[in-house]
């Protein structure tokens, strides 16, 4: 159940959510529109196909991948 608090934001899984949105564990979206900048930290980014393949991969240590899940470099 979500936790709303309107001086702090809407937590999901969080009693106490620390920013506007703050949700502990998945996200799962069909659209999601983010403003001028999207940060990560320590997270890695995976775009998949529609059969849940792998084809952008940006990993937390710097490596990107073009249709690979796995990129050494």
């Known amino acids: 159940m979500p ?5 702090q934001g809407m937590g999901v899984g969080k009693p106490a959510p620390a920013s506007g949105l ?3 564990g998945n996200l ?3 659209n999601l529109n ?3 900048i999207l940060t990560l930290r320590s997270a890695t980014m995976n775009v998949l196909d529609g059969s849940g393949a792998s ?14 899940s ?4």
């Not at 936790?3 to 001086?7: A, D, E, K, Q």
């Not at 084809?55 to 690979?68: D, I, K, Q, S």
Request: net charge neutral; no cysteine.
């Open 3 to 7: 936790f709303v608090n309107i001086l």
């Open 22 to 24: 703050e949700v502990s």
């Open 28 to 30: 799962t979206a069909t």
């Open 34 to 36: 983010v403003g001028n």
């Open 55 to 68: 084809t952008f991969l940006v990993t937390p240590y710097g490596r990107v991948g073009v249709g690979t």
């Open 70 to 73: 796995s990129p050494s470099s």
